[in-house]
């Protein structure tokens, strides 16, 4: 059986998105593979309890209590991989992580570390994208599915999702739309990862 796990640090819609389609799918029987393990850095995440609902394992790795470590990112990452490698995993899911990881991270789980970022990348890395993408005047916005490498929001594209940006969009309408298209694209990228 592959094990997927999945990182997450707030509501976790991605993240029941892939749950839901690997029970739909029976992911089990069809590709070996099912979701192991829920990882939150926050233990106030949303998500948590929706992965518990769904009977699947949570864990918290909370990135504050590392704050009087010597080096509080290095210890977290450290910590973390000591997590999630219990499960031994085939594949490293970050649906809406928000922490950056070190390279050292990177590359521990090289070719099985996959990010979703709600962007057309490369265009608008980083934070507030649909703010960013309404105020270059946009047409489109989007989501992309990518191999996760040691420069932040780089890395191999997987899949991509196109969302038509319309008059008076707000960032809020507008990352609810890109949002039911990430509940699309995700899963579908990690069946074709698991087939592969
Ligand atoms: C999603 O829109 C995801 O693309 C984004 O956070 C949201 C998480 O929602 N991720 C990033 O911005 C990563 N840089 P969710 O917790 O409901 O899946």
Redesign the pocket.
């Known amino acids: 059986m592959k094990n997927i796990v999945i990182l997450?640090?707030?509501?976790?819609?991605?993240?029941?998105?892939i749950i839901r389609t690997a029970k739909a799918q029976n992911w089990e029987k069809h590709l070996q593979a099912r979701v192991a393990a829920v990882i939150s850095n926050r233990p106030s995440a949303?998500?948590l309890g929706i992965a518990q609902h769904h009977g699947v394992t949570t864990q918290v790795v909370d990135h504050t209590s590392f704050a009087n470590a010597p080096n509080p990112r290095e210890a977290f990452d450290t910590a973390l991989i000591k997590e999630i490698d219990q499960y031994a995993p085939a594949l490293v899911v970050?649906?809406?992580?928000?922490r950056i990881l070190a390279p050292f991270f990177v590359a521990h789980y090289e070719g099985q570390l996959i990010?979703?970022?709600?962007s057309l990348l490369p265009a608008f890395q980083?934070?507030n994208?649909h703010q960013r993408a309404i105020e270059a005047g946009c047409q489109f916005a989007g989501?992309t599915v990518h191999q996760v490498s040691a420069e932040l929001?780089h890395g191999p594209i997987l899949v991509q999702a196109i969302v038509p940006i319309m008059e008076g969009d707000t960032a809020e309408g507008l990352?609810a739309r890109?949002?039911t298209q990430?509940h699309l694209i995700y899963p579908a990228a990690i069946a074709k990862l698991l087939e592969n």
């Open positions: 997450i640090s707030g509501d976790g819609s991605n993240m029941e998105a949303k998500g970050l649906a809406g992580f928000m990010n979703i970022h709600p980083g934070l994208t989501a929001d990352a890109v949002l990430e």
